[in-house]
T-cell receptor, first 110, second 116 residues
């Protein structure tokens, strides 16, 4: 069975500090990993996906198949990064459901 | 381009009543998904339509839940009769898959359901 674990429910950092939101997964096969973000009073939206290998809003995430991890990182946190972050997984075939982690609330303090 | 819309945004009903949630996907999107998040739990998959056909309904909790997507456009999710444990936020997402590209699911704002 596929599973996504986000060990931290809440992560609080000061503005300008580095941030790392952890995500571990279990999946038998080749998964596709995503990070979704939900800002206050907004809908869930895709932040980035591992196959794109791109940086969005300064965030990056590298898929580590050996450690089955897909941690989200940003070197210098901004106050506007405060939001709920969800790690999600799907199979590598089109049309597959997403399996979500429990989410991590990131609070960036001034 | 309009995003995924859901109606109503909130619904408060009594145990035993019926509620119908509606989702309008992004125009042209063949894939439509329903998810829900109950209090304190993860967002969980309910079912997946491809056009008007149910592709995967493995996440539907029981037969009190009925989803339809007549004509392959909007979808409804009916809960009848509603129970206390059905309270939560129900999300809809849609996507279209293009050859050589990955799939991105676009989410609606959700319907917050409270069963008293």
């Amino acid at each position: 069975a596929q599973r996504v674990t986000q060990p931290e429910k809440l992560l609080s950092v000061f503005k300008g500090a580095p941030v790392e939101l952890k995500c571990n997964y279990s999946y038998s096969g080749s998964p596709e990993l995503f990070w979704y973000v939900q800002y206050s009073r907004q809908r869930l939206q895709l932040l980035l996906r591992h196959i794109s290998r791109e940086s969005i809003k300064g965030f990056t995430a590298d898929l580590n198949k050996g450690e089955t991890s897909f941690h989200l990182k940003k070197p210098f946190a901004q106050e506007e990064d405060s939001a709920m972050y969800y790690c999600a997984l799907s199979g590598y075939n089109a049309g597959n459901m997403l399996t979500f982690g429990g989410g991590t609330r990131l609070m960036v303090k001034p | 381009e309009a995003g995924v819309t859901q109606f109503p945004s909130h619904s408060v009903i009594e145990k035993g009543q019926t509620v119908t949630l509606r989702c309008d996907p992004i125009s042209g999107h063949d894939n439509l998904y329903w998810y829900r998040r109950v209090m304190g739990k993860e967002i969980k998959f309910l079912l997946h339509f491809v056009k008007e056909s149910k592709q995967d309904e493995s996440g539907m909790p029981n037969n009190r839940f009925l989803a339809e997507r007549t004509g392959g456009t909007y979808s409804t999710l009916k809960v009848q009769p509603a129970e206390l444990e059905d309270s939560g936020v129900y999300f809809c997402a849609s996507s279209q898959v293009f050859a050589g590209e990955g799939e991105t699911q676009y989410f609606g704002p959700g319907t917050r359901l409270l069963v008293l």
